[in-house]
């Protein structure tokens, strides 16, 4: 009656549960996307995406910021505010003396260099640190752009509002930040380290890695993506404003865990991590817009489809076993 | 002096002290090429010290350590790596969201480049294959879908592995203890190749028929001090217990009380294991002390884990009479609170009981600690210390004594005596055994057959079924290995 | 002395005196008894929300109620319309309130059990929620408090020439209740073990999910309570009377020493966060610097305290 096949596995197992959890975030994505051609079919065309997903693009690579500082087991409170201070400085500094804003740019890099460092060598609570931080980037976005205002560069606009052959612009753009930053954390030989510090450290530290250093490196790149995001961010709007980002926190973390990440034990999906952001991007924009939400209810319809979004992934994998 | 050449690693007077606590106290160690020195002594007497010192992970306070003739005053995991000493260490050191092969490149510095997940995993499976034929892991595996068991293979396996440097001297810190017994022996055969193959082994075991069996030298600690080290054949187990300073125990006589016909004290326990075809059942009755046996991870833990629920929430196919307590045998995981102190963490499960109207008597809780330290023999000056203070033993009788002390009626033991020393595993049969007798019932998993000769009544467990119900009288090695492997129909 | 040093709650107290210091010099030490009042008028908001948050966070990991703000200002609309400016109506208001946080309280911890949503999007996708109930709740809402309990939420009893609040007082006493809660009852102690550790805590019989639902109760209701507080306090409800306290009740949570891991908790740190940062606001409005400024140094300040209290590494 039973087979040997409990006992002895094939080589490449092959895990139910885990192949679900990883398709989740697509079909959410799906979803969505179906809800939208119900209630509007015009939606789906070129036109249609390239001004809907327009706005994701920003959302994503915060998104992928976020992931990195998940991925080693901490949170950025700060990454919205930080947004929006690139964004600032992107429509002033940046457009008007070029060298002195990538000056900027990097030295915030380099911030986040040092707050990975901080966080790990004095053993502090990330979420304090970057709950400090992000006071600190709202104050300067407003001190770099008092009112809102300034010029995105040239080039910026440009580049975003690039119109490639048959498929829009921020389709290709997804898919070229889900591919980069899926072989750079999932498939190369650092990548490994680095999620396996958010794994188990002390394994790690036993093996002669460093984990400053990965936290740094982590943190760093949650810096590199958010200073992306900002610029994006800057193509699309052509122009600032220091709150622009603020929205960005929460929606990077949900995204992070809508793309099946988790927020300890160094478990994220880059591929993930974008879809996630595109789906909360298009829940929030379109969707809405397109079912005729009374202004009042925007905010509460924006919660429910977080909820019934996240509830779905629970629920679809919630048969841990005991 | 021609000797010197040989020896791989060559500690003097090493000492670590934490505090007020002397860990290691002056020892001297060698190991040559070629060798496998067994390495045993109670809990808390400075093994896993001295495996840290070994490893590089903690930096000694004095002495010398001299690794293939010359000394290293700066000694560090990566120079310890260099030199081809690897170590697996008893806590599981692999990280749970990396694949097998991830986590064999954690162990190299030098598998980058294009294609070194498939070095990698070849690496891996290589050894595996090697050390553990038909161990039905693959390279892309990720280690959180692995069982325990399997998990401590590819611990064990990746100690092995090579890339630039070659692998000198491996130290092996209880690595039977999550293993079934034909993985175990599969493992202890491999030691002895490796040996012949040159390289050197230290086991650290509880074991003791292990460490005599596979040993060439055997090294006794106590106190943090080296007492006795001599040729393996020079030993027998009892000379080895009395080396370690054991107080030497009569082997309690298996259930005396179970020469009574089963069935006339009232039923506590009914459970059926989902999995389970045919009618077979657990049953245990008032008094009873019973053995789950079955190689590890068929269903045993889940089973008690389904017990423990039944008794709080009603389940289908379980009838629970009595209050249950628990006795975890992964501490880390399922038993300790770190951040509280050892009266904390043995009042935890009787908190309610402590009560004075709404409150929590800071008496009574002083009064049950105190008197629960004195029954467990917990060594410690104050029991308002961290728990953390204690050496792993002393923790676990700490979380016997919470269940014990508790109104549990039903006790429930998950493995419980996992690398604990032989002197509290004596200590902590006897207990059970006056519990049992004043009319506790003890479930109680184990994956040491020496365990359930303890035991009034066995089910061995196999792909989570009951495949045999042995009494007391019939319990045999023999028997429950055979039925471990038996095929149900 | 050194054992006093040891406690990490105490930084938050230092910090408190040097920033309160530091205002006086600028001051030249006019007004100290002014800005001791209301600072502990302003603390004590912080103090009742930093509870509520201090249970939630204590869980553990991912434990965290980002609620509260809307939470406290649909209570504080709440209380206003079911008071409806009358005296006689206070105690039903308040009521309402609590009843309105508990509601909350209780719906998050749904969402958390229910639907396995982690924490902080659970209260995060709530707080959406509340939030639009609030708009289209209060919407031109102008109530105004009734007077007797707008003057009992202001009282101050002068001792020795400074205005001491009351309700300072009747939140130290709340204090002292909640750590008699944390350490002598066996629900407090069930949080901090479900914190360290919530499968052994399951396994030694702490009853998690009941514990878990009562704490997101909890916090619901003080945060309720706040609300209606508040809108006694600046004589009336608005939407985004507790925005501050997203922040604010994290902030004063961690500084006060209590662990973002769980099961470890501190009570008297939250008081000495809360001064703390309610000095530092006031010192900060008193030099009259930019919004800009004021906010890079309230961050840096908050990052400070936090690398001062936190040790490195332990070496091993």
Same mark, same amino acid.
């Given at each position: 009656? $039973?087979?040997?096949?409990?006992? $002895?596995?094939?080589?490449?197992r092959?895990?139910?549960?885990?192949?679900?959890?990883?398709?989740?975030?697509?079909?959410?994505?799906?979803?969505?996307?179906?809800?939208?051609?119900?209630?509007?079919?015009?939606?789906?065309?070129?036109?249609?995406?390239s001004?809907m997903?327009? +706005?994701?693009?920003?959302?994503?690579?915060a998104?992928?910021?976020?992931?990195?500082?998940?991925?080693?087991?901490?949170?950025?409170?700060?990454?919205?505010?930080?947004?929006?201070?690139?964004?600032?400085?992107?429509?002033?500094?940046?457009?008007?003396?070029?060298?002195?804003?990538?000056?900027i740019?990097?030295?915030?890099?380099?911030?986040?260099?040092?707050?990975?460092?901080?966080?790990?060598?004095?053993d502090?609570?990330?979420?304090v640190?970057?709950?400090?931080?992000?006071?600190?980037?709202?104050?300067?976005?407003?001190?770099?752009?008092?009112?809102?205002?300034?010029?995105a560069?040239e080039?910026?606009?440009?580049?975003?509002?690039?119109?490639?052959?048959?498929?829009?612009?921020?389709i290709?753009?997804?898919?070229?930040?889900?591919?980069?930053?899926?072989?750079?954390?999932?498939?190369?030989?650092?990548?490994?380290?680095?999620?396996g510090?958010?794994?188990?450290?002390?394994a790690?530290?036993?093996?002669?890695?460093?984990?400053?250093?990965?936290?740094?490196?982590?943190?760093?790149?949650?810096?590199?993506f958010?200073? +992306?995001?900002?610029?994006a961010?800057?193509?699309?709007?052509?122009?600032?404003?220091?709150?622009?980002g603020?929205?960005? $926190?929460?929606?990077?973390?949900?995204?992070?865990?809508?793309?099946?990440g988790?927020?300890?034990?160094?478990?994220?999906?880059?591929?993930?991590?974008?879809?996630?952001?595109?789906?909360?991007?298009?829940?929030?924009?379109?969707?809405?817009?397109?079912?005729?939400?009374?202004?009042?209810?925007?905010?509460?319809?924006?919660?429910?489809?977080?909820?019934?979004?996240l509830?779905?992934r629970?629920?679809?994998?919630?048969?841990?076993?005991? | 002096m021609?000797?010197?050449?040989?020896?791989?690693?060559?500690?003097?007077?090493?000492?670590?002290?934490?505090?007020?606590?002397?860990? %290691?106290?002056?020892?001297?160690?060698?190991?040559?090429?070629?060798?496998?020195?067994?390495?045993?002594?109670?809990?808390?007497a400075g093994k896993?010290?001295l495996?840290?010192?070994?490893?590089?992970?903690?930096?000694?306070?004095?002495?010398?350590?001299?690794?293939?003739?010359?000394?290293?005053?700066?000694?560090s995991?990566?120079?310890?790596?260099?030199?081809?000493i690897?170590?697996?260490?008893?806590?599981l050191?692999?990280?749970?969201?990396?694949?097998?092969?991830e986590?064999?490149?954690?162990?190299?510095?030098?598998?980058?480049?294009?294609?070194?997940?498939?070095r990698?995993?070849?690496l891996?499976?290589?050894?595996?294959?090697?050390?553990?034929?038909?161990?039905?892991?693959?390279a892309?595996?990720?280690?959180?879908?692995?069982?325990?068991?399997?998990?401590?293979?590819?611990?064990?396996?990746r100690?092995?592995?090579?890339?630039?440097?070659?692998?000198?001297?491996?130290?092996?810190?209880?690595?039977?203890?999550?293993?079934?017994?034909?993985?175990?022996?599969?493992?202890?055969?491999?030691?002895?190749?490796?040996?012949?193959?040159?390289?050197?082994?230290?086991?650290?075991?509880?074991?003791?028929?292990?460490?005599?069996?596979?040993?060439?030298?055997?090294?006794?600690?106590?106190?943090?001090?080296?007492?006795?080290?001599?040729?393996?054949?020079?030993?027998d187990?009892?000379k080895?217990?009395?080396?370690?300073g054991?107080?030497?125990?009569?082997?309690?006589?298996?259930?005396?009380?179970?020469g009574?016909?089963?069935?006339?004290?009232?039923?506590?326990?009914?459970?059926?294991?989902?999995?389970?075809?045919?009618?077979?059942e657990?049953?245990?009755?008032?008094?009873e002390?019973?053995?789950?046996?079955?190689?590890?991870?068929?269903?045993q833990?889940? %089973?008690?884990?389904?017990i423990?629920?039944?008794?709080?929430?009603?389940?289908?196919?379980?009838?629970?009479?009595?209050?249950?307590?628990?006795?975890?045998?992964?501490?880390?995981?399922?038993?300790?609170?770190?951040l509280?102190?050892?009266?904390?963490?043995?009042?935890?499960?009787?908190?309610?009981?402590?009560?004075?109207? %709404?409150?929590?008597?800071?008496?009574?809780?002083?009064?049950?600690?105190?008197?629960?330290?004195?029954?467990?023999?917990?060594?410690t000056?104050?029991?308002?210390?961290p728990?953390?203070s204690?050496?792993?033993?002393?923790?676990?009788?700490?979380?016997?004594?919470?269940?014990?002390?508790?109104d549990?009626?039903?006790?429930?033991?998950?493995?419980?005596?996992?690398?604990?020393?032989?002197?509290?595993?004596?200590?902590?049969?006897?207990?059970?055994?006056?519990?049992?007798?004043?009319?506790?019932?003890?479930?109680?998993?184990?994956?040491?057959?020496?365990?359930?000769?303890?035991?009034?009544?066995?089910y061995?467990f196999?792909n989570?079924?009951?495949?045999?119900d042995l009494?007391s009288?019939?319990?045999?090695?023999?028997?429950v290995?055979?039925?471990s492997?038996?095929?149900?129909? | 002395?050194?054992?006093?040093?040891?406690?990490? =709650?105490? =930084?938050?107290?230092?910090?408190?005196?040097?920033?309160?210091?530091?205002?006086?010099?600028?001051?030249?030490?006019?007004g100290?008894g002014?800005?001791?009042?209301?600072?502990?008028?302003?603390?004590?908001?912080?103090?009742?929300?930093?509870?509520?948050?201090?249970?939630?966070?204590?869980?553990?990991?991912?434990?965290?109620?980002?609620?509260?703000?809307?939470?406290?200002?649909?209570?504080?609309?709440?209380?206003?319309?079911?008071?409806?400016?009358?005296?006689?109506?206070?105690?039903?208001?308040?009521?309402?309130?609590l009843?309105?946080?508990?509601v909350?309280?209780?719906f998050?911890?749904?969402?958390? =059990?229910?639907?396995?949503?982690?924490?902080?999007?659970?209260?995060?996708?709530?707080?959406?929620?509340?939030?639009?109930?609030?708009?289209?709740?209060?919407?031109?809402?102008?109530?105004?408090?009734?007077?007797?309990?707008?003057?009992?939420?202001?009282?101050?009893?002068?001792?020795?020439?400074?205005?001491?609040?009351?309700?300072?007082?009747?939140?130290?006493?709340?204090?002292?209740?909640?750590?008699?809660?944390?350490?002598r009852?066996?629900?407090?102690?069930?949080?901090?073990?479900?914190?360290?550790?919530i499968r052994?805590?399951?396994?030694?019989?702490?009853?998690?999910?009941?514990?878990?639902?009562?704490?997101?109760?909890?916090?619901?209701?003080?945060?309720?309570l706040?609300?209606?507080l508040?809108?006694?306090?600046?004589?009336?409800?608005? @939407?985004?009377?507790?925005?501050?306290?997203?922040?604010?009740?994290?902030?004063?949570?961690?500084?006060?020493?209590?662990s973002?891991?769980?099961?470890?908790?501190n009570?008297?740190?939250? =008081?000495?966060?809360?001064?703390?940062?309610? @000095?530092?606001?006031?010192?900060?409005?008193?030099?009259?610097?930019?919004?800009?400024?004021?906010?890079?140094?309230?961050?840096?300040?908050?990052?400070?305290?936090?690398?001062?209290?936190?040790?490195p590494?332990?070496?091993?």
């Amino acid at each position: 009656m $039973t087979s040997a096949a409990a006992s $002895t596995p094939s080589r490449a197992r092959f895990n139910p549960r885990r192949a679900i959890r990883a398709a989740l975030p697509a079909v959410s994505l799906a979803l969505i996307l179906i809800a939208i051609a119900y209630l509007n079919p015009r939606a789906m065309s070129y036109l249609g995406f390239s001004l809907m997903l327009n +706005l994701a693009i920003p959302i994503a690579l915060a998104t992928i910021a976020q992931m990195f500082v998940i991925a080693v087991n901490d949170l950025d409170l700060s990454i919205g505010t930080f947004v929006g201070f690139v964004g600032c400085v992107t429509a002033t500094y940046l457009n008007d003396e070029p060298a002195l804003g990538v000056l900027i740019l990097l030295g915030s890099i380099g911030i986040y260099a040092l707050l990975g460092a901080l966080i790990y060598v004095r053993d502090l609570p990330s979420i304090v640190v970057t709950l400090g931080m992000s006071f600190v980037w709202a104050g300067l976005a407003i001190l770099v752009l008092p009112r809102p205002g300034g010029r995105a560069p040239e080039w910026l606009s440009t580049i975003m509002g690039l119109k490639p052959p048959f498929v829009p612009f921020p389709i290709v753009a997804a898919v070229v930040i889900a591919v980069v930053v899926h072989i750079g954390l999932m498939r190369t030989s650092y990548g490994a380290i680095l999620r396996g510090a958010g794994g188990n450290p002390v394994a790690i530290r036993r093996a002669g890695w460093s984990l400053l250093k990965t936290k740094v490196v982590a943190f760093s790149l949650a810096g590199l993506f958010g200073v +992306l995001s900002g610029l994006a961010l800057i193509g699309n709007t052509t122009s600032a404003d220091a709150n622009i980002g603020n929205g960005y $926190t929460l929606l990077s973390i949900a995204g992070v865990i809508l793309g099946g990440g988790e927020f300890v034990g160094g478990r994220v999906s880059p591929i993930g991590a974008v879809i996630g952001a595109l789906t909360l991007a298009l829940a929030a924009n379109s969707l809405l817009q397109f079912m005729h939400i009374p202004p009042d209810w925007q905010v509460a319809a924006n919660g429910a489809i977080l909820i019934i979004v996240l509830a779905a992934r629970a629920l679809l994998t919630r048969r841990e076993s005991l | 002096m021609v000797g010197q050449a040989t020896n791989i690693v060559r500690l003097d007077g090493v000492e670590k002290h934490f505090g007020a606590v002397r860990a %290691l106290d002056g020892v001297d160690l060698r190991v040559d090429a070629g060798e496998c020195v067994g390495l045993v002594g109670h809990n808390g007497a400075g093994k896993s010290t001295l495996m840290h010192v070994l490893a590089g992970t903690l930096a000694p306070g004095q002495g010398r350590i001299t690794i293939a003739g010359s000394e290293q005053p700066g000694y560090s995991v990566s120079l310890a790596h260099e030199l081809g000493i690897r170590c697996v260490f008893q806590e599981l050191s692999l990280c749970p969201n990396l694949t097998v092969a991830e986590n064999a490149r954690v162990m190299h510095p030098g598998l980058t480049g294009i294609g070194w997940r498939r070095r990698a995993g070849d690496l891996i499976v290589g050894k595996l294959d090697e050390i553990f034929p038909g161990h039905g892991i693959g390279a892309g595996d990720v280690i959180s879908d692995l069982s325990i068991g399997r998990r401590q293979m590819v611990e064990v396996a990746r100690a092995f592995t090579e890339t630039d440097k070659p692998v000198k001297l491996v130290i092996l810190d209880e690595p039977t203890s999550s293993l079934d017994a034909h993985s175990a022996g599969q493992l202890l055969a491999f030691v002895r190749r490796a040996v012949a193959n040159g390289q050197g082994i230290i086991l650290i075991s509880h074991l003791l028929g292990e460490i005599l069996g596979n040993s060439d030298r055997v090294v006794v600690m106590r106190d943090g001090k080296v007492v006795v080290a001599d040729r393996a054949d020079a030993f027998d187990r009892d000379k080895l217990v009395a080396a370690m300073g054991a107080e030497h125990h009569e082997r309690a006589t298996p259930a005396a009380a179970a020469g009574a016909a089963r069935g006339e004290k009232p039923v506590r326990i009914r459970a059926r294991p989902e999995r389970q075809s045919d009618g077979a059942e657990l049953v245990a009755h008032q008094g009873e002390v019973i053995g789950l046996a079955g190689l590890a991870g068929h269903g045993q833990t889940r %089973l008690l884990l389904q017990i423990f629920e039944a008794a709080y929430r009603r389940k289908a196919g379980f009838e629970v009479q009595a209050p249950v307590a628990f006795v975890a045998g992964d501490r880390q995981s399922d038993g300790v609170f770190p951040l509280w102190s050892i009266a904390e963490n043995v009042g935890i499960r009787s908190i309610a009981a402590m009560r004075k109207g %709404l409150l929590i008597s800071p008496e009574r809780e002083a009064e049950l600690a105190d008197a629960w330290r004195q029954k467990m023999k917990i060594r410690t000056p104050d029991m308002n210390n961290p728990i953390l203070s204690l050496s792993g033993g002393n923790q676990q009788k700490a979380l016997f004594a919470r269940a014990l002390a508790s109104d549990a009626v039903i006790i429930l033991m998950d493995d419980p005596m996992r690398g604990v020393d032989i002197g509290t595993k004596l200590e902590v049969y006897d207990l059970i055994r006056e519990e049992a007798l004043k009319g506790r019932t003890f479930l109680w998993y184990t994956t040491e057959m020496d365990e359930l000769q303890n035991c009034d009544h066995v089910y061995v467990f196999r792909n989570g079924r009951i495949v045999a119900d042995l009494r007391s009288g019939e319990v045999t090695e023999e028997k429950v290995i055979q039925s471990s492997f038996k095929e149900v129909a | 002395m050194v054992a006093l040093l040891n406690r990490p =709650w105490i =930084w938050s107290f230092v910090g408190a005196a040097v920033v309160f210091i530091g205002a006086l010099a600028i001051t030249g030490g006019q007004g100290a008894g002014g800005m001791v009042t209301a600072a502990f008028s302003l603390a004590l908001f912080m103090v009742v929300v930093g509870t509520g948050q201090m249970f939630v966070i204590t869980l553990g990991p991912g434990n965290v109620d980002l609620s509260l703000p809307a939470n406290i200002g649909l209570a504080s609309a709440v209380a206003m319309k079911v008071m409806d400016g009358n005296d006689v109506l206070v105690p039903l208001g308040i009521a309402a309130a609590l009843g309105s946080g508990l509601v909350i309280g209780i719906f998050n911890y749904l969402l958390i =059990w229910a639907l396995r949503i982690p924490p902080i999007i659970a209260t995060l996708s709530a707080s959406f929620i509340i939030q639009s109930v609030d708009i289209s709740y209060g919407r031109g809402l102008q109530i105004k408090p009734p007077p007797g309990f707008a003057d009992f939420t202001n009282w101050q009893v002068p001792v020795g020439g400074v205005g001491v609040p009351v309700m300072a007082v009747v939140v130290i006493l709340f204090s002292i209740g909640a750590a008699i809660v944390l350490q002598r009852t066996v629900y407090g102690r069930s949080v901090l073990a479900i914190g360290q550790n919530i499968r052994a805590a399951w396994l030694a019989g702490v009853r998690v999910e009941r514990v878990r639902f009562l704490t997101y109760a909890l916090c619901g209701l003080l945060g309720g309570l706040s609300g209606a507080l508040l809108a006694g306090y600046f004589r009336g409800a608005s @939407v985004d009377i507790g925005n501050e306290y997203l922040l604010a009740s994290i902030a004063v949570v961690v500084i006060g020493g209590t662990s973002v891991a769980g099961g470890k908790a501190n009570i008297p740190g939250l =008081w000495g966060a809360a001064l703390f940062l309610v @000095v530092l606001q006031i010192m900060l409005n008193s030099y009259h610097i930019s919004a800009g400024v004021r906010l890079v140094i309230t961050g840096l300040v908050i990052i400070g305290v936090i690398v001062a209290a936190g040790g490195p590494k332990a070496a091993r």
